[in-house]
């Protein structure tokens, strides 16, 4: 009978199945002992699901075992078998993984024209109030935003303003050029109750001048902003649609642009949507700045 002992056994005496895994100490085989070989049809490793309900995986371990990453097969009932092969060449700042349809990952450049969610509050299903909705979110990170809003208001009558904001506070001593769709162009000069047109005097432009406490009749919102450095051949710009309609089946539209007049070299940081009077129901925005 062969044994074991100062001289090196000979394997072809080891009799089969004479090593089980019950007999291997747990952590016994260390990562000197696995050089795995992965072939054309065979993997190095193979994380198998437990044939019942779940997935394959492999967990990443942090340095102390106490939390862990895990890349995870899709379920069976996907029917999926596909290869993704990492990218040749190493990752760069802001970069993202795409896939050439073959599972050949790369890193490329974020695509351009996207938008970036800033802002969203929904409060359409309730009766709450607010006095304005305040928006100071421009920045040089984004040269457009998108601004996009169903309001109410809860006093009948009350005509919707909008200011631009510089600092955290309206800016109130500038004018405003703007025109509606039937024409009527503004510019300078100030209106009634002494406001001046630092603020954008909507009913004038046939916007929701007939509010009601109706929470079936609110203002739509598609508006665009332009944003700038402040110079005088570079302005700040709202361009938009604002649509309404009324208790009579009566549609309201208007499409309207306006700038501030008198900007100087301030970057102005948002705007304020407020009421001529009352205050501001049933809203529902979001605010996206557009990816240069």
């Not at 596909?82 to 790369?106: E, F, R």
């Not at 008198?262 to 129901?281: A, T, V």
Request: overall charge negative; some cysteine.
């Amino acid at each position: 009978m062969p044994y074991i002992g100062n001289k090196t056994a000979d394997t072809t005496l080891v009799e089969d199945n004479s090593i089980t895994s019950a007999k291997i100490v747990n952590d016994a085989v260390i990562e000197n002992k696995l050089n795995l070989i992965s072939t054309s049809s065979v993997p190095s490793l193979e994380a198998k699901g437990d044939g019942s309900s779940q997935d394959g995986y492999i967990a990443l371990n942090c340095s102390q075992n106490s939390h862990a990453v895990k890349i995870k097969s899709p379920p069976h009932s996907a029917n999926q078998s596909y290869t993704l092969t990492l990218p040749s060449t190493a990752p760069a700042t802001d970069k993202m993984l795409q896939t050439d349809g073959s599972g050949n990952l790369s890193f490329v450049d974020a695509p351009s024209g996207a938008m970036v969610k800033l802002a969203q509050v929904d409060n359409s299903t309730s009766s709450s109030t607010v006095s304005n909705i305040t928006l100071d979110h421009f920045s040089t990170t984004y040269d457009y935003y998108k601004f996009y809003a169903t309001l109410g208001s809860d006093t009948q009558g009350s005509d919707w303003r909008v200011r631009f904001r510089d600092g955290g506070s309206d800016v109130t001593n500038a004018y405003y050029i703007y025109a509606a769709t039937n024409g009527q162009i503004n510019s300078g000069g100030t209106s009634a109750g002494g406001v001046g047109l630092a603020a954008f005097f909507t009913d004038r432009l046939d916007f929701a001048n007939d509010s009601t406490t109706s929470s079936s009749q609110k203002v739509v919102l598609d508006w665009t902003f332009s944003t700038a450095t402040g110079n005088a051949a570079n302005r700040l710009q709202l361009m938009g649609n604002t649509g309404y309609y009324m208790a009579n089946d009566t549609l309201r539209t208007s499409t309207f642009r306006g700038f501030q007049n008198n900007q100087g070299g301030n970057f102005y940081e948002g705007f304020k949507i407020y009421l001529s009077s009352g205050n501001i129901r049933y809203y529902n925005y979001t605010l996206y700045g557009v990816v240069k």
